[in-house]
């Protein structure tokens, strides 16, 4: 079984991933760790003080794992919807009110202008609607 858990950041989705892989007894895969180690974030933008990813070349990377791996998975990053849905079970969406996703942001010294963005992709449920777009199996998280 593979879930991954998407959201916006600050969501709460490693809290989820890491609970619910705990108490299933699935392997807890950190997406942001992989992509670190494996040299995968490109091009830093300063102004938003972020990396951007090499998508395909994630997928390749999480296919891998899956293909070889004999355990339950639990998959946690914003971008795990870009996965191919034939090898995800089931995709948790994570949600949150705005006031809380706003301190939470703050709380990690993101800059105003990457909370309004982030705050944006929550108010218009981007990664709801992408991973539906992928046909997903989707359920939400609030």
């Known amino acids: 079984m593979i879930i991954i858990v998407i959201g916006t950041p600050g969501t ?21 760790k992989l992509l670190k180690k494996n040299n ?12 951007d990813v090499d998508v395909k070349k994630m997928n390749k990377l999480l296919i891998a794992l899956i293909t070889k791996s004999k355990n339950n998975l639990f998959i946690d990053s914003h971008l795990a919807h870009y996965l191919p849905k034939k090898y995800v079970n089931l995709c948790i969406v994570c949600k949150c009110d705005l006031k809380e996703l706003k301190k ?8 105003k202008q990457k909370i309004r963005e982030n705050l944006d992709a929550e108010i218009f449920d981007v990664c709801y609607i992408e991973a539906v777009e992928r046909k997903h199996k989707v359920v939400t998280y609030k």
Do not use: E, H, M, P
Not at 40 to 51: C, E, G, R, V, W
Not at 104 to 111: N, Q
């Open 12 to 32: 709460g989705k490693t809290y989820l991933a890491k609970k619910l892989a705990r108490y299933l007894n699935y392997q807890y895969i950190d997406v942001k």
């Open 40 to 51: 995968l974030l490109i091009n830093y933008d300063f102004k938003a003080k972020t990396y």
């Open 104 to 111: 939470r942001l703050v709380k990690r010294g993101y800059s």
